[in-house]
């Protein structure tokens, strides 16, 4: 675990997601697809970065921003989401670490109005194309439903 993981990430990307319409409504098997495009550039000498989504052709278009710092007296990576989806609003942090190309970052919080646990992955086995994936947990984490997917490809 370094403040390197995530170096693979740094640059200019196409993004294709596949989502849930309704992310937090556990019946819902709807997908739809929509691109995005991202920047990510490193900051305070590696130990972050700040990553700018922009989704003009999505279903609801959104700007979002993503801060990553890793945090080495814990060894860990917090994750911080904001759009303006959610105006004025940080997400709760998720916290984790990657263990050889796969990421996994959690975190407990309040989603559709029922306590959830959020979990983000990183798949990097190709640091070219890597995948970034969301799932939440209802039930206290004894399950996770898989909820949305992004697929980078560099520009």
């Given at each position: 675990?370094?403040?390197?993981?995530?170096?693979?990430?740094?640059?200019?990307?196409?993004?294709?997601?596949?989502?849930?319409?309704?992310t937090?409504?556990?019946?819902?098997?709807?997908?739809?697809?929509?691109?995005t495009?991202?920047?990510?550039?490193?900051?305070?000498?590696?130990?972050?970065?700040?990553?700018?989504?922009?989704?003009?052709?999505?279903?609801?278009?959104?700007?979002?921003?993503?801060?990553?710092?890793?945090?080495?007296?814990?060894?860990?990576?917090?994750?911080?989401?904001?759009?303006?989806?959610?105006?004025?609003?940080?997400?709760?942090?998720?916290t984790?670490?990657?263990?050889?190309?796969?990421?996994?970052?959690?975190?407990?919080?309040?989603?559709?109005?029922?306590?959830?646990?959020?979990?983000?992955?990183?798949?990097?086995?190709?640091?070219?194309?890597?995948?970034?994936?969301?799932?939440?947990s209802f039930?206290?984490?004894?399950?996770?439903?898989?909820?949305?997917?992004?697929?980078?490809?560099?520009?």
């Amino acid at each position: 675990m370094s403040n390197t993981d995530f170096d693979f990430v740094y640059g200019e990307w196409n993004i294709l997601n596949r989502k849930l319409v309704d992310t937090v409504d556990p019946d819902c098997d709807e997908w739809i697809e929509f691109p995005t495009t991202s920047v990510v550039s490193p900051m305070l000498d590696g130990h972050g970065h700040v990553e700018h989504i922009y989704g003009p052709e999505a279903p609801t278009p959104f700007e979002g921003f993503t801060l990553r710092l890793f945090d080495p007296a814990d060894d860990v990576w917090r994750i911080w989401w904001s759009s303006t989806s959610n105006p004025g609003i940080l997400d709760v942090p998720v916290t984790g670490r990657f263990e050889g190309a796969h990421g996994t970052f959690e975190c407990d919080d309040v989603l559709g109005g029922r306590q959830a646990r959020v979990r983000f992955e990183w798949l990097a086995e190709n640091p070219e194309a890597p995948v970034w994936q969301q799932s939440f947990s209802f039930d206290g984490g004894e399950t996770f439903r898989r909820n949305w997917v992004m697929e980078f490809t560099r520009r």
